[in-house]
């Protein structure tokens, strides 16, 4: 079993807080999210997270205008350089002081920060060689009040900002003689976003209040006088010069030609968003230079295109019922992106069709379960917001919702056959959803009401079970018919976990009155065995093959037991791998309160050797089962934005009046304030104005492919996969196997022993290179020649060729021939190749899914083709027939009077063809 995992993608949230742009080509968006940083390929449909981390949530994105480098600044200040070409970080930097914004100038040479009231402009990364990327150019005040938005010119020599003071600035960003600095009014509030117009120095201000002030400069944007340091003993002497020429007229004329060549701005217009009392606050904006479009968004979820200067309203459309918190427009102008924090929603809007290029929204709430198809291709995830979700684990997302609950959701699962998606919730209903309508078809529900707390469904994907928390019974209805067959009561506390069998028709059932309950409901009623534990059950699942149980303990202890005997084969304490931090009111150590930490979610590999493990903390542990040994363990986030992140406290934050954290600042919205929370909270009080949620492990699944694991957090839907880049794993390797020896004998035609050489070897690339050297008049006779052990290894490298591959038809005839020879082997050890069997399966469900698109779509344009080829010839007919009657008529006429005629005729017909 390896362990060779690594972060792979962040799913279930699209969206946190930040500004959110679009790529230099237009294709992708790029989208804070907490700590982390999603890229959405729009062209491709694929959705990707980096793997680089920021110590707390994200709250500036700045790309460089080459799409190379990016620069990320959290709500501290602290910033990390990093490269969007090698997704990894460059240089770390800490801005000591929260930051606003931070944008690049459009040649790439300079990047400007707006910390506090101050501005700095610092020299871009790599434009200087210097050892330090992040070198400052020049330090600009003036605000009286925090900078809020910066927009440079397109020849990078000037740029403006908007401050909370109601002003707005334009600075020069290189030595001019006439700009240096000038101040804009006319505004009531807080400036949101100011902008050059393109190629000129006129200026477009937008304040909070819903005001645009257009502002027109009386100088063009190449008449901008660049300006030269004088050195000092120049400056001397002209001092020396102008104490000797006391003239007052050369002095007033000095001034006044000084005077005539500053730039000078008016005020041409002023324009208001908002009609006559209304009071919507606008919270965003941006412009597209070229095009001449506005966007603004407000605080009630609507948001405006506008044509400028003119100010004609395009377009205006609402999204929700939040505050729309960043928009950004691409490149070209066409696409607008739009995102709210409130409910983590992230759109992009094509304006000229009026339709959604992408619309995704992560759950409200935290997520509490979550599940994968029989295929490993699809994830489930049931919410706290009472929403069911599934996503494609190759794009990434979303692309269907169910919202029929009305509480949260309990427990997901898929039915064996992968069509099926079953959810219950404490709502008290249990229900069904076709995966190919989309729609919810059946829904159960007990005879008394009752709160759902977990779920479970047979391996035929006949019976379904549910556990209630406040009845303590287990209600078991019938798939087909949706009836109610059987309540199988005798827990005395609440049912906290199911889980059939997968090789006996056998459910076990976990509680919190210290048993677990194993039922036969096929054979005979009532109970067949109880295993009596010295804990609460929180968590309790099967082996792969049926044999063992594993069961997750109040008291921080994994057991496992044979349901068969009903006998303890081992048990595991893993309170101190948990780890735990302390919260920021909490009155006593980390240490003590690790005290009750404990796991509430197991998964067994897909081999069965160990077992996953996930609960009240930031960690994820993996144990090897028969060694009771902790092998790995995964921190899911760093980010200290969440509550319980550190061990100790920050004495910085401690008076002789208690924790700061307990001190409600009061600041406004969007900024945060602090508020105590109630006691026994667990997850945040969502009332305050500032809360810091808990973080935890809420489920853990591994994909029944065996590459990738999936777990529900604080952060979202995250995703693990074995990471094969860099890892060297050679197979029975001696001297004499090498690239050069392998290459040999493909030269003398030996391909299976070059076949067998290269796994042995086991890199990707000489396996690659020797599959496609063979021909595919030998696939046959290499195939047979083949052991067990590299028929596995040799599928295993099919499944994954054929996700990438262009060869299609060679790797499927390779995937064809094998399963026919060593189709008997294979099945006689089914249980120790079930995941290999399970990714060619996704890798050939994936391939088909799209090229079954793809001739769907051919044919239906040959059918398009061919109903118009046909209108035509009828049409011709018609003209034909038309024809002939006309010459009919007109024997009379001599010959070349008749052609002319139809000459005449023919026209109109072939123009209104046209």
């Given amino acids: 079993m390896k362990f060779s995992y690594k972060f792979s993608n962040l799913l279930g949230s699209v969206y946190r807080r930040g500004n959110v742009s679009f790529t230099p080509d237009g294709n992708s968006i790029i989208s804070p999210v907490g700590n982390r940083v999603s890229i959405f390929d729009l062209k491709n449909n694929k959705s990707e997270t980096l793997p680089v981390e920021a110590q707390m949530n994200i709250v500036c994105v700045a790309q460089s205008p080459d799409g190379n480098t990016a620069i990320l600044v959290d709500e501290v200040g602290a910033a990390l350089l990093v490269s969007l070409v090698s997704k990894s970080v460059l240089h770390h930097y800490h801005f000591h002081k929260p930051v606003h914004t931070v944008k690049f100038s459009p040649d790439g040479k300079k990047f400007a920060v707006t910390r506090e009231n101050h501005t700095l402009v610092y020299h871009a990364p790599g434009k200087t060689h210097d050892f330090n990327p992040f070198r400052i150019y020049r330090s600009y005040h003036g605000p009286y009040d925090d900078a809020t938005c910066i927009d440079w010119t397109d020849d990078s020599r000037a740029f403006a900002v908007g401050s909370r003071d109601m002003n707005t600035r334009v600075h020069a960003a290189t030595a001019l003689q006439n700009l240096a600095v000038y101040s804009f009014g006319g505004h009531k509030d807080a400036i949101v976003g100011c902008f050059f117009e393109h190629k000129s120095l006129d200026l477009y201000t937008i304040s909070r209040d819903g005001t645009l002030v257009i502002w027109e400069c009386d100088t063009d944007l190449d008449d901008l006088v660049p300006g030269s340091a004088r050195p000092k003993k120049e400056k001397e002497v002209e001092d020396k010069v102008k104490e000797e020429d006391d003239s007052e007229e050369s002095d007033e004329e000095d001034d006044d030609k000084d005077k005539q060549e500053k730039i000078l701005y008016k005020k041409v217009s002023k324009h208001y968003f908002n ?23 407000f605080a009630s979820g609507i ?26 427009f691409n490149s070209t102008g066409d696409w607008i992106a739009l995102a709210c924090s409130g409910l983590g929603q992230l759109l ?9 290029v992408l619309k995704q929204q992560g759950h409200f709430n935290n997520m509490s379960s979550l599940a994968y198809s029989p295929d490993g291709q699809y994830i489930v995830t049931g919410g706290e917001d009472g929403k069911v979700k599934v996503w494609n684990t190759g794009s990434g997302f979303c692309f269907v919702t169910f919202t029929e609950h009305t509480a949260a959701i309990a427990g997901t699962i898929f039915t064996s056959n992968g069509h099926v998606v079953i959810s219950a919730s404490l709502d008290g209903t249990a229900r069904a959803f076709d995966l190919h309508r989309y729609r919810n078809f059946r829904t159960f529900t007990s005879p008394r009401p009752a709160q759902f707390s977990c779920l479970a469904v047979d391996h035929s994907g006949d019976l379904v079970c549910c556990g209630a928390q406040d009845m303590f019974e287990i209600f078991v209805w019938s798939m087909q018919t949706g009836r109610l067959l059987e309540v199988l009561a005798g827990h005395e506390g609440p049912v906290a976990s199911l889980t059939f069998s997968p090789a006996d028709a056998i459910l076990a059932s976990a509680s919190w009155d210290k048993t677990i309950r194993v039922w036969d409901i096929f054979e005979r009623k009532g109970c067949r065995e109880t295993l009596q534990l010295g804990s609460d059950a929180l968590a309790v699942t099967f082996r792969p093959d049926g044999k063992e149980v594993a069961i997750a303990m109040l008291s921080g202890e994994i057991q496992f037991w044979d349901p068969h005997n009903a006998t303890q084969t081992g048990s595991i304490e893993g309170r101190h791998d948990l780890g735990a931090g302390r919260k920021e009111t909490d009155k006593i150590t980390a240490k003590t309160s690790s005290a009750g930490k404990s796991f509430s979610s197991l998964c067994y590999t897909a081999d069965g050797t160990c077992i996953l493990a996930g609960g009240r903390s930031k960690n994820i542990c993996i144990y090897h089962v028969a060694e009771q040994l902790l092998i790995k363990k995964f921190e899911i986030s760093c980010n200290l934005s969440f509550d319980a992140m550190e061990e100790y406290l920050d004495r910085r934050k401690m008076t002789e009046w208690g924790s700061l954290a307990l001190v409600d600042e009061g600041q406004e919205e969007g900024e945060g304030g602090k508020a105590i929370s109630l006691p026994g909270v667990k997850k945040g009080d969502m009332a305050s104005r500032h809360w810091k949620p808990e973080v935890r492990v809420s489920c853990v699944q591994f994909s029944p492919t065996g590459r990738a694991f999936a777990t529900t957090t604080t952060e979202g839907l995250m995703v693990y996969s074995l990471d ?23 030269g003398r035609k030996e ?3 070059a076949l067998m050489m290269s796994f042995r070897l086991n890199e990707g690339a000489v396996i690659q290179e020797v599959v496609e050297t063979i021909p595919h008049t030998e696939v046959s006779h290499v195939s047979q020649t083949l052991p067990d052990t590299y028929v596995d290894r040799m599928l295993l490298f099919v499944a994954s060729q054929l996700e990438t591959s262009r060869h ?10 094998l399963l026919m020879l060593h189709g008997q082997r294979l099945k006689n050890r089914s249980m120790s190749v079930l995941a290999m069997l399970r990714a060619l399966q996704k890798s050939v469900t994936r391939r ?8 769907d779509s051919n044919r239906y344009s040959l059918q398009y083709i061919l109903s118009v080829a046909q209108q035509e010839g009828s049409r011709k007919r018609k003209a034909g027939g038309d024809q002939e009657e006309g010459e009919g008529e007109m024997e009379e006429l001599p010959d070349e009077d008749s052609s002319l005629q139809m000459s005449e005729d023919d026209l109109p017909m072939q123009s209104h063809h046209i």
């Fill in 275 to 297: 009609k006559e009392g209304d009071f919507n606050t606008l919270t965003s904006c941006d412009y597209h230079k070229r095009t001449h479009f506005l966007v603004t968004g």
């Fill in 303 to 328: 948001f405006h295109l506008h044509e400028l200067p003119d100010f004609n309203l395009i377009h205006s459309l609402s999204i929700s019922d939040r505050r729309i918190a960043s928009v950004s």
């Fill in 751 to 753: 391909y299976a022993t």
């Fill in 848 to 855: 088909y899914e799209d090229i079954s698109k793809l001739c």
């Fill in 808 to 817: 299609l038809e060679f790797y499927l005839t390779w995937c064809q021939t």
């Fill in 348 to 356: 992009v809007w094509e304006w000229q069709s009026e339709s959604y």
């Fill in 724 to 746: 094969n880049s860099l890892t060297f794993d050679p197979f029975d390797l001696d001297m004499d196997i090498t690239p050069a020896t392998i290459r040999r004998m493909l």
